[in-house]
């Protein structure tokens, strides 16, 4: 049965740090394009950041670039999202997904992915 689960999601003070991880189970991730989203009360889900299955293509929304970092390890199945000076506006669930596909780049678009975990709550509060 193909899984992903996060973790690492929790409350933090604004400009604070967390780092989520996206594990694999029932396959690998070294085909899969893998994505993190975000979605807060009321809001539509938004793509936040991807890695292709090489890890040469990276994405990130305009709203988290300098500030996250993508990265991948085939080795232990794992995807991190490394989130650094969190803003209280990143509150949201955070969820990982998978896209198996032959495209070289990845996309943050959340209808392109297949699999998806069930994500973790991120809360940027003082």
């Known amino acids: 049965q193909l899984q992903l689960v996060e973790s690492g999601g929790g409350l933090v003070q604004p400009g604070g740090s967390l780092r989520l991880s996206c594990a694999a189970s029932?396959?690998?991730?070294?085909?899969?394009?893998i994505g993190w989203f975000r979605q807060a009360p009321g809001k539509e889900r938004e793509g936040v950041s991807c890695i292709s299955s090489s890890g040469i293509s990276i994405n990130y929304a305009d709203s988290v670039k300098g500030r996250f970092t993508i990265s991948r390890d085939n080795a232990n199945n794992t995807v991190y999202l490394q989130m650094n000076s969190l803003k209280p506006e990143g509150t949201a669930v955070y969820y990982c997904a998978a896209e198996y596909t032959l495209q070289a780049m990845c996309v943050m678009l959340w209808r392109a992915y297949d699999h998806w975990g069930q994500g973790t709550q991120v809360t940027v509060s003082s």
């Open positions: 029932g396959f690998t991730l070294d085909y899969y394009h």
